[in-house]
């Protein structure tokens, strides 16, 4: 199996919402997130338009891969996370939102803040008190710091820390 490295991310949080919203008809959609299916890799391609190898990533044994959907239409990924559970937080390798949620004319806003706000609230059940770490692209870390409330600990290592992961949950989980 190929061995991965560090990815150093670059999503962009377009806007914190309360869970995902529609750009065209203002509406907000509820959302789950779940393991990614094997079956369902054949939807997360290059082809398709995804720029990661979600393949790769859900073959990897120290890896979750989660997806997110609208409740109302589960059949349709908007967005992927792929996480690590450390002992004492959990690691973000990778964070890609789907190919009709990118750019200026994406369908839909709010998706990579609530796929980070998941993997805080999945660091909180596997006790890790919140904590989730990852690698930032220069560019992007002010970007993190404004956005999630992210430290900058050096080089490209961001650190979400409890008091800002529970902000995060708490705009993206009611319950």
């Known amino acids: 199996m190929a ?12 806007k914190l919402t309360d869970s995902i919203l529609n750009r065209i008809s203002g509406d907000s959609f ?41 409740i109302s239409n589960p059949h349709i990924i908007q967005g992927l996370s792929s996480l690590t559970i450390k002992p004492d937080h959990v690691y973000l390798n990778l964070l890609e939102n789907a190919p009709f949620n990118m750019g200026k004319d994406k369908l839909y806003e709010g998706v990579a803040g609530n796929l980070v706000a998941f993997a805080c609230k999945l660091s909180f059940q596997r006790g890790g008190q919140g904590f ?37 949950i708490d705009k993206y989980f009611k319950s």
């Open 3 to 14: 061995k991965s490295v560090n990815q150093l991310l670059d999503f962009e949080i377009d």
């Open 30 to 70: 509820e959302t789950q997130v779940a393991l990614l299916k094997k079956q369902e890799l054949k939807e997360v391609t290059k082809t398709k338009g995804w720029n990661f190898n979600w393949k790769l990533e859900l073959a990897q044994n120290d890896r979750e891969v989660y997806k997110l959907t609208i």
């Open 132 to 168: 989730v770490s990852f690698q930032a692209k220069t560019k992007l870390i002010n970007h993190y710091v404004k956005t999630l409330g992210a430290y900058h600990f050096g080089g490209h290592l961001m650190v979400i820390d409890t008091v800002a992961a529970q902000k995060l």
